[in-house]
């Protein structure tokens, strides 16, 4: 009763911020993403009755509390379908520093997912694997995809999954990360996002327009179309950071090296060096680009000062199992 799955973690391109059902992680809209090919989460899950309890580990350390009641509640989540009581031992490991801040909640939950209905013997689809990932988080149901993935939202868990929009050899963005920052947010998704459904004055806003931008997303995405794509996913970004700026207490998730960034990338198109950005919830900064580009950004980037660290992505595959057991 023992398995190891590898995913890769997602940049949102059209972001999902806001539950409809904050208990089944039903978002309150749909977001589109793409699969990243440089952060992988290998994870293996093994089921025993022997065991006393659960013990988790993530890149060969025990975890804080609250991470820990969050992975043991998706153990639980698995262990009800699969109709056993037995503990569990679990180990993940990234290949990203863990101390860059990158949200590792995607890959994680669809690794941990995979690997631990393997471990049981559930034999299910991507759908349903989706659709058990999103519960663990919500981004993760789109990391069981590679490529470009659309998470479609829906008001019923069984309607609320992610499905693959173009496999990763069909458009080759990429997307080049400045790290600006080691520290962990103060303020986790799933908190802010709650705080800004219940009291920003514009999320509504969003919502609307954000059904367009699906659209649009979508065809940019089909028709390779470079331009149309980075100008929607820095506006849909730049909307999202206005609903989280426009919550009380407010969320600035912005450090000053990240407004740096959006300034130094807004002067290369300027010049010529057409680059986009999108920021998660976190400091960070996703810069997408076509592949001519990619060296060009880097070598700019390690000029501004506060970039502590440069990650380079092409699309990722989808969430497969291996042989190679972490234990
Ligand atoms: O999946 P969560 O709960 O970590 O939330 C992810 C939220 C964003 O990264 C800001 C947007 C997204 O769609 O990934």
């Known amino acids: ?20 059902n904050p208990k089944l ?52 989540r698995i262990r009800k379908l699969a109709k056993i009581k037995s503990k569990a031992k679990m180990a993940s490991k990234n290949n990203f520093p863990t101390a860059t801040g990158l949200a590792s ?14 471990a049981v013997g559930l034999n299910l689809d991507g759908k349903q694997l989706s659709i058990i990932s999103r519960q663990g988080s919500g981004s993760a149901c789109r990391s069981i995809f590679g490529g470009f993935v659309e998470w479609l939202p829906a008001k ?39 705080e800004t459904v219940k009291t920003s004055p514009i999320y509504k806003t969003r919502l609307k327009i954000v059904k367009n931008s699906l659209k649009g997303m979508k065809r940019a995405i089909l028709g390779k179309s470079f331009t149309k794509l980075g100008k929607m996913a820095e506006f849909d970004c730049l909307l999202m950071h206005a609903c989280m700026l426009t919550t009380r207490p407010p969320l600035i998730y912005w450090s000053p090296a990240t407004i740096d960034i959006i300034h130094a ?46 990650i380079q992505n092409k699309p990722g595959g989808g969430a497969k199992t291996t042989g190679e057991h972490l234990f």
């Open 105 to 118: 909640s995607a890959s994680g939950f669809s690794a941990l997912t995979i690997a631990a209905c393997n």
């Open 265 to 310: 990338i807004e002067g290369w198109r300027k010049d010529g060096l057409e680059a986009y950005y999108t920021i998660d919830a976190g400091p960070n900064v996703h810069i997408l680009a076509l592949s001519e580009s990619v060296r060009e950004i880097e070598k700019r980037l390690k000029d501004i000062s506060g970039v502590i660290d440069i």
């Open 156 to 194: 019923r868990s069984e309607d609320s999954y992610a499905v693959q929009i173009v496999d990763e050899n069909y458009f080759d963005l990429r997307d080049v990360i400045a790290i600006v920052s080691s520290a962990e947010k103060k303020v986790s998704s799933a908190a802010g996002m709650m």
């Open 25 to 76: 992680s039903l978002p309150m809209n749909g977001s589109i993403s793409m699969t990243l090919d440089n952060l992988k989460t290998v994870t293996t899950v093994e089921f025993s009755d022997d065991f006393k309890e659960d013990k988790i580990e993530i890149n060969d350390k025990a975890v804080d509390k609250k991470s820990e009641e969050r992975i043991v509640a998706h153990l639980d």
């Open 1 to 20: 009763m023992k398995a190891t799955a590898i995913t890769h973690s997602n940049i949102a391109l059209i972001k999902y911020w806001g539950k409809y």
